[in-house]
């Protein structure tokens, strides 16, 4: 499903050229369960952000499900992202003034889906995240891990096909921490492909597939 070949990105700070990715050759499936892991600055949330659409590489070409994704334009790039990917992040990254179910329900706003159907996608994820007593908060007003469970939620609100994680735990105490991965792991019954991003080696080591990355290569994979 996900096919990097070759990829680079480097970045240009001053008159200083930074690596950040070097030749990353990366072949991921549906319903691969995969844990990348790595020193601090080797690369691992460059490589979350170009498979999420977020950022580009220098060079090098990048397929999801067969087609190029590198030749799309910046709009079209965001129709693929809205269809097939997911993301949450350390800091859950939910819009401050919005409701629970608000923050849901704005990927199925974007995408244009009717509001009945809207309505009823964010009352069966409130329901399926334990959420439907918190539906009305802020995220001021939630724990991290009610946040981070607004977070999944929203990021699978239009059923993605990838699901990707950037250190998902790393704001939340172990036993939430936990249940967190508990349910990412949950999409894996669906197909979905797990990325995630980890200190965790305990977290990592969950992964059926076991990337290690150093310097902007991937060194290493387990099984
Ligand atoms: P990790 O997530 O493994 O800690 P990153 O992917 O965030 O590492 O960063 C890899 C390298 O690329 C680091 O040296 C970092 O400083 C650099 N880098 C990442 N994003 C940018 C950016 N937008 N501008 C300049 N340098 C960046
Ligand atoms: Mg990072």
């Given at each position: 499903m996900?096919?990097l070949s070759q990829?680079?990105?480097?970045?240009?700070?001053?008159?200083q050229q930074i690596?950040?990715l070097?030749d990353?050759d990366?072949n991921?499936a549906?319903?691969d369960?995969v844990?990348?892991?790595g020193?601090?600055?080797s690369?691992k949330?460059t490589?979350?952000?170009?498979i999420g659409?977020?950022?580009?590489?220098?060079?090098?070409?990048y397929k999801l499900?067969?087609?190029?994704v590198t030749?799309?334009?910046?709009?079209?790039?965001?129709?693929?992202r809205?269809e097939k990917?997911?993301?949450v992040?350390?800091?859950?990254?939910?819009?401050?003034?919005?409701?629970a179910?608000?923050n849901?329900?704005?990927p199925?706003m974007?995408a244009?889906?009717?509001p009945?159907?809207?309505k009823?996608?964010?009352a069966a994820?409130l329901?399926n995240?334990?959420?439907?007593?918190?539906?009305d908060?802020?995220?001021?007003?939630?724990?991290?891990?009610q946040?981070?469970?607004?977070?999944?939620?929203r990021a699978?609100?239009?059923h993605?096909?990838?699901l990707?994680?950037d250190e998902?735990t790393?704001?939340?105490d172990?036993a939430?921490?936990k249940?967190?991965?508990n349910?990412?792991?949950?999409?894996?019954?669906q197909k979905?492909?797990?990325?995630?991003v980890?200190?965790d080696?305990v977290?990592?080591?969950r992964?059926?597939?076991?990337?290690?990355?150093?310097d902007g290569?991937?060194?290493?994979?387990?099984r």
């Amino acid at each position: 499903m996900i096919q990097l070949s070759q990829v680079s990105r480097s970045f240009t700070v001053g008159d200083q050229q930074i690596a950040a990715l070097r030749d990353i050759d990366l072949n991921i499936a549906a319903g691969d369960y995969v844990s990348i892991m790595g020193p601090s600055g080797s690369g691992k949330s460059t490589l979350l952000n170009l498979i999420g659409l977020l950022d580009r590489p220098s060079s090098g070409t990048y397929k999801l499900d067969g087609g190029d994704v590198t030749a799309l334009d910046d709009a079209q790039q965001a129709k693929v992202r809205s269809e097939k990917i997911g993301f949450v992040f350390q800091s859950f990254h939910l819009v401050p003034r919005l409701t629970a179910a608000m923050n849901i329900e704005l990927p199925l706003m974007l995408a244009g889906i009717p509001p009945a159907e809207r309505k009823a996608r964010v009352a069966a994820l409130l329901d399926n995240y334990g959420l439907t007593d918190r539906a009305d908060h802020r995220p001021d007003q939630l724990s991290g891990g009610q946040r981070q469970r607004v977070a999944i939620a929203r990021a699978t609100s239009m059923h993605p096909a990838v699901l990707l994680a950037d250190e998902p735990t790393g704001n939340l105490d172990q036993a939430t921490g936990k249940e967190v991965i508990n349910l990412l792991e949950k999409l894996l019954e669906q197909k979905v492909a797990l990325i995630m991003v980890t200190h965790d080696p305990v977290i990592g080591g969950r992964a059926q597939r076991q990337l290690h990355m150093v310097d902007g290569r991937i060194t290493n994979e387990q099984r």
